[in-house]
């Protein structure tokens, strides 16, 4: 297997609605990301994400050619400029082989030797322990649960707050 971090582009429209249109995927990130997944979703994340300057901060995830998930950072600038969030999403058919471990470790090493990171946080849905399971695998550390912090699918449930700092 050989995983690249690349800029979205527009060859990978069909690859990216295919894979993002899914409840499995959906149901575990925060609801900006859409559901059902349109033509115009895929064309308007292409386009954002392609017109991104320098430093990049959205990638896909690029498998032996294919863009197979995403994974970015968001800055924080209301804690401060060198901290940030990061997200991530895989495939489901890509599930389970190390994918999203391996694109996340790039990324941590990104934010913290490129951007010059201080802190690099995650907020996973309390019921995604395979999310929890990719942040600690990478050095993420729990710091806490935010309780009834989120609504999701109409329901209001619990964050888990994980870090790692420089
Ligand atoms: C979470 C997600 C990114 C994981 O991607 P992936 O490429 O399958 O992850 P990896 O294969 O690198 O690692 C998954 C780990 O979770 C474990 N895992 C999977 N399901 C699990 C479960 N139900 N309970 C506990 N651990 C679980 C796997 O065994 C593996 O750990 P291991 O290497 O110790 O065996 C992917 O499932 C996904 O995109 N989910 C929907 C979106 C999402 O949750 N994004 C993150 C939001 S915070």
Redesign the pocket.
């Known amino acids: 297997m050989r995983l690249i971090l690349r800029r979205w582009r527009e060859a990978d429209l069909d690859s990216l609605i295919r894979l993002a249109n899914?409840r499995?995927?959906w149901?575990?990130?925060a609801d900006p990301f859409p559901h059902p997944y349109t033509h115009a979703d895929g064309q308007g994340w292409i386009a954002l994400t392609a017109a991104e300057g320098d430093p990049q901060l959205q990638f896909a995830i690029d498998v032996d050619g294919q863009a197979i998930?995403g994974i970015g950072l968001k800055r924080l600038p209301e804690q401060h400029p060198q901290s940030l969030e990061v997200?991530?999403?895989?495939?489901?058919p890509?599930?389970?082989?190390?994918?999203?471990?391996?694109?996340?470790a790039r990324v941590t090493e990104y934010a913290f030797n490129k951007l010059g990171a201080e802190r690099v946080q995650?907020?996973?849905?309390a019921y995604?322990?395979?999310?929890?399971?990719?942040?600690e695998?990478n050095g993420y550390t729990l710091e806490g649960r935010l309780r009834r912090a989120a609504r999701k699918d109409g329901q209001i449930i619990d964050k888990l707050m994980y870090s790692i700092i420089a």
């Not at 997200?87 to 489901?92: A, D, K, L, R, S």
């Not at 995604?128 to 942040?135: E, K």
């Open positions: 899914n499995r995927i149901i575990n990130l998930g997200g991530y999403w895989v495939g489901e890509y599930w389970g082989r190390g994918i999203a471990s391996e694109a996340l995650a907020q996973v849905f995604n322990l395979a999310s929890a399971r990719v942040l695998k």
